[in-house]
């Protein structure tokens, strides 16, 4: 189950995930996005509508799965998203909320809907999106990388919790990746958007979910606790050294 699926890192991990012989269940909000990945992969992807924010829905639908497709081997928890980029003292508290109901409580959601069928299967893998952004805050990224933060620490307490199991608990932790995002933080300003990514060659989706299936392939005895994947010219969230800047 690959969450976020219709843009970015998460669509990218669905391809990857269906080349390499996965089934996958594509949740997200956008429907046309998620039907037109329903035409292309038909039988090997379910799609599922729902908002990660919205936790009955988001637990109705883990519940309601049909058969064949309810023991859930692997979760990306990819959903989310910046918004804003500004001095924590001038904020947008709608912001502010969108995201950490979206990049904290709706990767909660998921993973208390979803892991208690793992342990009980004694099989699973949880992949959480984590971010750079959350080993340290960078200029006017406060409540974005404190979500990410978050994610880390939840990532983490995971791991611990179901250390006596079988399962596995990822953090992949991506730097600048060229998708949908910057658009989202700057409210779709287009020009601003591009900038993010002027005078470096970025990462793609494509590098994450190469990552993720990485991660999920490895031997059952090995686990990859936690992987930083930056844009070579990146050395961390505010060092980028650009080319003609
Ligand atoms: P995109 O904007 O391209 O994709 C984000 C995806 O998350 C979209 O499918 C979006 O759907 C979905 N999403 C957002 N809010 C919700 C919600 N409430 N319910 C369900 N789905 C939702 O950005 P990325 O692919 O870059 O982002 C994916 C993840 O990667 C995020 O968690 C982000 O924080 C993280 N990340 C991104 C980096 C980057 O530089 N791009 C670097 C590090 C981490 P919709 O179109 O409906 O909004
Ligand atoms: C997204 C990467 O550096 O823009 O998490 O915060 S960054």
Same mark, same amino acid.
């Given at each position: !189950? ?37 035409? +292309?992969?038909?039988?090997? $992807?379910? %799609? ?34 910046? $918004?804003?980029?500004? /001095? +924590?003292? $001038? ?7 969108? !995201? =950490? ?8 959601? !998921?993973?208390?809907?979803?892991? %208690?069928? !793992? ?5 699973? #893998? ?37 250390? #006596?199991? %079988? ?26 958007? @591009? ?6 060659? /970025? ?15 490895? %031997? ?5 606790? @936690? ?5 070579? #010219? ?5 060092? =980028?050294?650009?080319?003609? /800047?």
């Amino acid at each position: !189950m690959v969450t976020g699926a219709t843009s970015g890192i998460g669509e990218a991990c669905v391809r990857r995930f269906i080349q390499a012989g996965y089934r996958v269940i594509a949740t997200g909000r956008n429907v046309s996005r998620l039907n037109a990945l329903k035409d +292309e992969f038909g039988a090997d $992807l379910l %799609p599922l509508v729902f908002d990660v924010r919205d936790r009955e829905i988001a637990e109705a639908s883990v519940s309601a799965l049909p058969a064949g497709w309810r023991e859930i081997d692997i979760l990306v928890n990819n959903a989310g998203l910046a $918004l804003g980029l500004d /001095p +924590e003292y $001038l904020g947008d508290h709608t912001d502010w909320d969108t !995201m =950490i109901d979206t990049n904290i409580k709706g990767l909660l959601t !998921m993973t208390r809907a979803v892991v %208690p069928g !793992m342990v009980e299967r004694g099989r699973g #893998h949880v992949i959480n999106i984590g971010s750079v952004a959350g080993d340290a805050a960078y200029a006017n990224g406060n409540v974005y990388c404190a979500t990410k933060a978050a994610v880390k620490s939840i990532t983490d307490g995971l791991r611990i919790d179901v250390a #006596h199991t %079988p399962l596995r608990v990822t953090l992949l932790k991506p730097g600048l990746v060229e998708t949908n995002f910057s658009r989202v933080r700057f409210h779709g300003d287009a020009e601003r958007a @591009e900038n993010v990514y002027k005078g470096i060659t /970025p990462l793609t989706g494509d590098d994450i979910a190469d990552a993720a299936l990485y991660a999920a392939q490895t %031997p059952a005895h090995v686990q990859i606790a @936690e992987m930083l994947i930056l844009a070579t #010219h990146q050395a961390n969230g505010s060092t =980028i050294v650009r080319q003609n /800047p």
